[in-house]
């Protein structure tokens, strides 16, 4: 059984930044496994945000570039997705998934429960 644990979100100010942090566990996790979020925002469905492989090597959707940053811990199985400069429209759940990269594509084989960001205008 794997679990992804997540922690950070919640309410900040446009402009402002927020840190949120997702820590896998399970004999079945596997190291070598990407991990990176996804986001659902209020009547809309699930997107791609962020990914990041064993090897650091990192995918970012285009509306987070250069606002967004997304690191690892592979001694602990973490990741972290630092974002800076939040804007209302990046309000949404936010879950930490983790599995094989698919060419640039986080297939999602583990899901952690979500954490809301809101952004306030």
């Known amino acids: 059984q794997v679990q992804l644990v997540e922690s950070g979100g919640g309410l900040v100010q446009a402009g402002g930044s927020l840190r949120l942090s997702c820590a896998a566990s399970?004999?079945?996790?596997?190291?070598?496994?990407?991990m990176g979020w996804f986001r659902q925002a209020p009547g809309k469905e699930r997107e791609f945000v962020v990914a990041?492989?064993?090897?650091?090597?990192?995918y970012y959707t285009d509306s987070v570039k250069g606002r967004f940053t997304i690191s690892r811990d592979n001694a602990k199985n973490t990741v972290f997705l630092q974002m800076n400069s939040l804007k209302p429209e990046d309000t949404a759940v936010y879950f930490c998934?983790?599995?094989?990269?698919?060419?640039?594509?986080?297939?999602?084989?583990?899901w952690g429960q979500g954490t809301q960001v809101t952004v306030s205008s």
């Open positions: 399970g004999r079945a996790f596997s190291s070598t496994n990407a």
């Open positions: 998934a983790a599995g094989p990269m698919v060419v640039t594509h986080l297939r999602g084989d583990y």
């Open positions: 990041i492989r064993w090897s650091g090597h990192t």
